[in-house]
Nanobody, 122 residues
Framework: QVQLVESGGGLVQVGGSLRLSCAAS????????MGWYRQAPGKRRELVAA???????DYVDSVKGRFTISRDNAKNTVYLQMNSLKFEDTGVYYC????????????????WGQGTQVTVSS
C-alpha cells in the first residue's frame, strides 16, 4: 500500500501565499508523476499542476505565473508553491501520484491523498 500525506493548507487572504507538501510512503519502486488537483463545491476536480520524474511540468492556465510545482525525488515529495492567491483558488487540493509499486511482477497504481482545504478570503 502507498500513502500520500498532504500538509500546508489553510486560510489565507487574497494576494497571499501558501506552500503545499505531499509525501509519498509505503511500497514504492518509483514515482512516474505527481500532481495537484483541486475541487470546489459543486465543481468537478481539475488538474492544477503536474510534474514528471524528469522535471517536466504542466499547469492549468489560470495558475500559470503564480503557482510553481516542484519535487524532491529522493524524498518522494511534491510541493506546490502558491502565490498571489485569488478567490477562485479556493477548494480542496488533492495530491496524486502515479506509482510503480514493484517490477517483479510489474504493479502500478494511482494514489490520492486525503485532500487539504485551501480557503482564500478577504
Amino acid at each position: 500500500q502507498v500513502q500520500l500525506v498532504e500538509s500546508g493548507g489553510g486560510l489565507v487572504q487574497v494576494g497571499g501565499s501558501l506552500r503545499l507538501s505531499c509525501a509519498a510512503s509505503g511500497s514504492i519502486f518509483s514515482i512516474n508523476s505527481m500532481g495537484w488537483y483541486r475541487q470546489a463545491p459543486g465543481k468537478r476536480r481539475e488538474l492544477v499542476a503536474a510534474i514528471t520524474s524528469g522535471g517536466n511540468t504542466d499547469y492549468v492556465d489560470s495558475v500559470k505565473g503564480r503557482f510553481t510545482i516542484s519535487r524532491d525525488n529522493a524524498k518522494n515529495t511534491v510541493y506546490l508553491q502558491m502565490n498571489s492567491l485569488k478567490f477562485e483558488d479556493t477548494g480542496v487540493y488533492y495530491c496524486h501520484a502515479g506509482v510503480v509499486v514493484t517490477t517483479r511482477p510489474v504493479i502500478t497504481g494511482d494514489y490520492w491523498g486525503q485532500g487539504t482545504q485551501v480557503t482564500v478570503s478577504s
